[in-house]
């Protein structure tokens, strides 16, 4: 089976960077996600990373080490509309099972 | 425009009535997804169908049917058999390929009284 751990929740300054961590536990390995959610709202996909290293779009930013069962998420330039639920995700054994979530961190940005 | 529509946004039921939620996807996607979510939890998966006329349980199945007669459409049905069922509902859809996104719904929450 899959198991995620990620930090409940994380407080962080207007115009700061902020680091959400993920660790996983997967039987077979195709790619960890990130997803967030406003409150109320629908998970929106953020990023996917199927290879190690980083990946860039905008502001986010996401890596992944597969040697350390581990990657992260960094928002940097911190809006408060950024304040919202971030998932990580991951897939089993196949580009069609289902994905597999953390618990979710709640992001509070204050200014 | 292309996109999942879940309806209704909000449902209420008494307790021991069945109810069905609607879940349709007009974006050509194979797989379908239902997952609920409860307060500060993440997305837990009840059934998914990989293609019409196919699904399989997930996690927590008890107490919830589905059905897939059409790709584009997969309800489910919460039973009197679920024991708490007031919940966020999420459906969902993803393409074939190794990293496409699951595509989520507004989702509906239900409430029993």
């Known amino acids: 089976g899959q198991s995620l751990e990620q930090p409940s929740e994380v407080t962080a300054v207007e115009g700061a960077i902020v680091q959400i961590n993920c660790t996983y536990q997967t039987s077979g390995f195709y790619g960890l996600s990130w997803y967030q959610q406003h409150d109320g709202g629908a998970p929106t996909f953020l990023s996917y990373n199927g290879l190690d290293g980083l990946e860039e779009t905008g502001r986010f930013s996401s890596f992944l080490s597969r040697s350390d069962s581990y990657g992260y998420l960094l928002l940097q330039e911190l809006q408060m509309k950024d304040s919202a639920s971030y998932f990580c995700a991951v897939r089993g054994n196949s580009g069609n099972t289902p994905l597999v979530f953390g618990k979710g961190t709640r992001l509070s940005v204050i200014a | 425009d292309g996109g999942i529509t879940q309806s209704p946004k909000y449902l209420f039921r008494k307790e021991g009535q069945n109810v069905t939620l609607s879940c349709e996807q007009n974006?050509?996607?194979?797989?379908m997804y239902w997952y609920r979510q409860d307060p500060g939890q993440g997305l837990r998966l009840i059934y998914y169908s990989q293609i019409v006329n196919d699904f399989q349980k997930g996690d927590i199945a008890e107490g919830y049917s589905v059905s897939r007669e059409k790709k584009e459409s997969f309800p489910l049905t919460v039973t009197s058999a679920q024991k708490n069922p007031t919940a966020f509902y999420l459906c969902?859809?993803?393409?074939?390929?190794?990293?496409?996104?699951?595509?989520f719904g507004p989702g509906t929450r239900l409430t029993v009284l």
């Open positions: 969902a859809s993803s393409g074939p390929r190794l990293g496409n996104e699951q595509f």
């Open positions: 974006l050509n996607h194979d797989a």
